[in-house]
């Protein structure tokens, strides 16, 4: 790996560690960060009875807010502070409780300011349960102050 490969992975690994000391809310729900690497993440998640809705499936918010972290985690990797504009979600089969649900955010492209990511949500067979598309808007704001990259 080159010296400018290994930093990169350096700082997208210290930028989601920063963020997940902060994030309650992934907390929360237990979403577990499995892999990180610039301009992606994998991120999970096991689903709790108190997640499913009056149907006995699991709430859209719960695959929308896995796969919405993850977006999040990825889209930072870079470390300029970003955040998202825009997010959608199809939902093509339903979860249950006990399923694992594993969101993988990539980014397909990007420019100067925007970037654009798809992340796929599985559960533990493999099979997609939702496929959340991001846009995320890229700030000038470094997420490490005075470290200058």
Known sequence: MSDAAESERRLAERVVEAMTRRDGFSAWLGVEV???RPRACTARLTVRREMLN??????????FS???SALAFAS???????????????????????????????????ANRLAFFRVPVTKQDGSIVALFR????KTSREFFPGEGE
Do not use: K
Not at 54 to 63: D, L, M, R, S, W
Not at 82 to 105: C, F, H, K, M
């Open 34 to 36: 499995v892999e990180i």
């Open 54 to 63: 009056g149907f006995g499936v699991c709430h859209g918010g719960i695959a």
């Open 66 to 68: 896995l796969a919405d």
């Open 76 to 110: 930072n990797t870079h470390g300029r502070v970003t955040v998202s504009i825009e997010n959608s979600i199809t939902y093509p089969a339903p979860v249950r409780e006990g399923d694992v649900l594993t969101a993988v955010a990539e980014q397909e492209s990007a």
């Open 134 to 137: 991001g846009t995320v808007y």
